[in-house]
């Protein structure tokens, strides 16, 4: 398993439209978003396909992040 990725972000109060951008992806990495072939639809269907890179997001303050990166892991 891949260490945990650990990304700052600051922001406003206002949450921001969030924009993830895929370059290509090499044809080994399956687990791509590009290679995902089912329903767009089905968010439960693309996290079982992208697997442990499907990515988890949250909102948090600062210092929550500081103090224990707003609880993950």
Not at 34 to 53: C, F, N, Q, R, V
């Amino acid at each position: 398993m891949r260490p945990n990725a650990t990304n700052w972000l600051p922001t406003t109060d206002i949450a921001p439209d969030l924009i993830l951008r895929h370059m290509q992806p090499s044809p080994a990495f399956t687990e791509a978003l590009l290679y995902y072939t089912g329903a767009k639809s089905d968010p439960a269907a693309i996290a079982a396909h992208m697997g442990e890179y499907f990515p988890s997001v949250t909102s948090c303050t600062k210092a929550e992040f500081e103090r224990d990166r707003c609880g993950y892991p």
